[in-house]
């Protein structure tokens, strides 16, 4: 009986600390389960938080690029207002072009330009029959009477005028003229001529 009543009591020890060890290891995986939730949201946190630093970050550059974009502005309105450039100027520029478009002869045309320009004219013959053009440093533009029309846009570029004139549809693209006070090929009065044409998109 003695042995018996020892096995019982062995039994129910053995099973107490069965129990006892599966609470233990109940509350092991809950304190594990809790970290491992703690760990999540800090995840989640540190994520949304490096989120908000990226998308800061990015609004700080658009921001800088804005502002570059603004001085830059600024300083062409600086450097436009302390140009020497007068309004008489403008006139007498713009009417350079308004004479220069009317001209039929290739010949004649050339004394609208200054002398400073870079490039040179070319023709079919020493007559000066056309096709002509007229090369520049950035590009040569065929010569045609009657293309140039309207004035578009006018502007300065430090001591120089910028001219935008509409063309007719013959021509891709409206012409723009750089106008310089200088000498010309037949001519060394100082005026207002053409340095310079260039293409721009309609």
């Not at 018996?4 to 600390?17: D, E, G, H, K, N």
């Not at 020493?126 to 045609?144: E, M, Q, T, V, Y």
């Not at 063309?167 to 012409?175: G, L």
């Amino acid at each position: 009986m003695k042995k018996r009543a020892y096995a019982i009591i062995a039994l129910v020890i053995f099973l107490a600390m069965m129990i006892i060890n599966n609470l233990n290891m109940g509350n092991e995986a809950e304190k594990l389960q809790q970290e491992r939730d703690n760990l999540t949201e800090q995840v989640a946190a540190f994520k949304e938080d490096g989120e908000k630093h990226s998308a800061a970050y990015e609004e700080t550059l658009k921001e800088n690029e804005q502002l570059k974009s603004d001085a830059d502005d600024l300083k062409k309105e600086i450097d436009r207002l302390k140009s020497p450039v007068l309004y008489q100027d403008f006139l007498d520029a713009v009417r350079t072009v308004e004479d220069y478009k009317k001209e039929d002869s290739f010949i004649k045309a050339k004394d609208y330009f200054a002398f400073s320009l870079i490039g040179g004219f070319s023709s079919l013959d020493s007559a000066g029959k056309c096709p002509c053009g007229i090369d520049f440093k950035s590009g040569s533009i065929d010569w045609k009477p009657n293309s140039v029309l309207d004035l578009k846009e006018l502007g300065i570029e430090g001591e120089r005028i910028v001219l935008t004139y509409q063309t007719a549809e013959m021509i891709k693209d409206d012409y723009q003229f750089i106008m310089s006070k200088t000498k010309g090929f037949n001519d060394e009065t100082p005026r207002w001529r053409i340095e310079e044409m260039k293409t721009i998109a309609k």
